[in-house]
């Protein structure tokens, strides 16, 4: 084997570089989907708003809280009847037929409330971290139990995958052909192109043939004897590596710019509404799992041109500090807060009320909410109390998730919570293990069936988690 592992690595420093295992996203020997069944959903999108989305000043707005702890932002009625969110969601207030609000999220595992990388991590594996074994992301574990519709796409897809938490994502124990391809960079910047889908610099697309047709005559005694799994594996992952460097469809799968300029325009011109954009043009390219971790960066592009949001370098939800400023956060003898914007400005929720709101229209005029999951989520809510700094702490006793597509029935809230929004009042209350176990239901995983290790130790995925009957 040790010449067929040379002639591997000499073929993928043509142009794919150290990327063809987070490319390839499936086992060759993976076989059928593994389902049960009517699968609801063939493909999911996640968007992760990472930081601790204040559910009080968004889903689940409390007008009757006490004066001194009360949001400023007034609360507004939704195309469903019943249902309000506050201002801040006026553009996604029209679609919230589309929606179900799960206003009784909890996040009950010790530990993991005041740890941003243990809650993003908990997002990205549906598994409380902490276990004697690391999890895989859900996306790796869809990716071994699926794999992709597309082979010159990746399987599952992190945007950017440029935060302080996206080391967070991880493949666990699986392969690391299961690896979650992260884009880098912004496709707002009009220069920005996706790493390692090219081939290298002097290698056209004759010469790369020309190798490829030579590997396969020097191979071919490899894989004629005895048929062995590990060649033909390596086999099928340079085939795909080969489909997915020389197709056009892939590079054209990741050009914003072939999008009309009113689409872009209706999602934002900004980093976070071009990112929302690129997840609905991967879905529909047929990737089986695009994750949106995104956040407007203090130095953008807005409307094509560079914008400076000044004090803004980590513009996530983590709002310790002047929650309802009208510009940065970074106030005198401040917290952990500082960094990011007001809650109510545009790189905050401006810029996402736009975007979730033009992707949930989009997906919906395209039929791709028929059959595909929408999921936006984030890792635990804040405070019902304003502390000292003007701002909201962490806070794992009630927060909100939103779902559309794959079946679930649109205007509905499930759930609720008292009225400073601190603690559920409803009977049922869900885990993120619930949410991992409902996207494995909707795609019609058997969660029955174990995952092994290395070392043949099964592993269920979301054991602890029920799906969410009501987004059934």
């Not at 799960?102 to 902490?130: D, L, W």
Request: charged share 20%.
């Amino acid at each position: 084997m040790k010449s067929l592992s040379i002639t591997r690595r000499n073929f993928i420093g043509i142009g794919l570089g150290g990327a063809l295992s987070a490319l390839t996203g499936r086992d060759a020997f993976a076989g059928e989907p593994v389902v049960r069944g009517k699968a609801q959903a063939k493909r999911v999108l996640v968007i992760f708003e990472q930081g601790g989305l204040s559910h009080i000043d968004t889903f689940d707005p409390k007008p009757d809280a006490p004066l001194e702890h009360r949001s400023p932002f007034k609360t507004i009625k939704t195309s469903a009847d019943g249902i309000y969110f506050t201002e801040l969601l006026s553009k996604t207030a029209k679609y919230a037929h589309k929606l179900t609000v799960v206003r009784c999220m909890i996040q009950p595992t010790p530990g993991i409330g005041n740890s941003h990388p243990k809650g993003s991590q908990y997002i990205f594996s549906g598994e409380a971290p902490g276990g004697p074994i690391e999890m895989p992301d859900i996306s790796s574990v869809i990716a071994s139990k699926i794999g992709t519709s597309a082979l010159y796409l990746p399987s599952n897809i992190l945007l950017p995958g440029t935060s302080e938490q996206a080391y967070n994502s991880t493949v666990g124990f699986l392969p690391p052909g299961y690896t979650v391809f992260k884009t880098g960079g912004s496709p707002a910047d009009p220069r920005w192109t996706v790493p390692n889908l090219s081939l290298a610099t002097g290698i056209d697309e004759r010469r790369f043939k020309d190798r490829r047709d030579l590997l396969s005559s020097l191979n071919i005694g490899y894989v004629n004897a005895g048929q062995s799994r590990d060649v033909q594996a390596m086999s099928s992952l340079m085939n795909q590596a080969s489909d997915m460097l020389t197709n056009p469809l892939t590079r054209k799968s990741f050009d914003i710019h072939t999008e009309p300029d009113g689409v872009r325009e209706k999602y934002g011109m900004g980093h976070r509404g071009q990112c929302y954009l690129l997840a609905r043009k991967l879905i529909e390219s047929g990737v089986r799992f695009v994750t949106v971790d995104v956040r407007e960066p203090e130095h953008s592009f807005r409307d094509g041109m560079a914008t400076t949001f000044a004090g803004g370098n980590n513009m996530n939800w983590d709002h310790h500090d002047a929650i309802y400023s009208t510009s940065h956060t970074n106030i005198p003898n401040g917290g952990a807060g500082a960094g990011r914007y007001g809650i109510g400005t545009w790189p905050m929720m401006g810029s996402t009320d736009q975007a979730f709101s033009a992707l949930l229209e989009d997906m919906d005029q395209r039929g791709l909410l028929a059959d595909t999951l929408v999921c936006f989520v984030t890792e635990f809510g804040r405070t019902p109390k304003i502390n000292e700094r003007q701002g909201r702490d962490h806070w794992t006793n009630a927060f909100s998730f939103a779902f559309a597509g794959a079946g679930v029935p649109g205007g509905q809230v499930v759930g609720s919570t008292d009225r400073d929004g601190g603690y559920i009042t409803s009977s049922m209350a869900y885990t993120i293990e619930d949410y991992a176990a409902t996207i494995y239901e909707k795609l019609g995983i058997d969660r029955s069936k174990p995952l092994s290790t290395p070392s043949g130790r099964p592993m269920y995925i979301a054991a602890k988690g029920k799906p969410i009957p009501e987004l059934f």
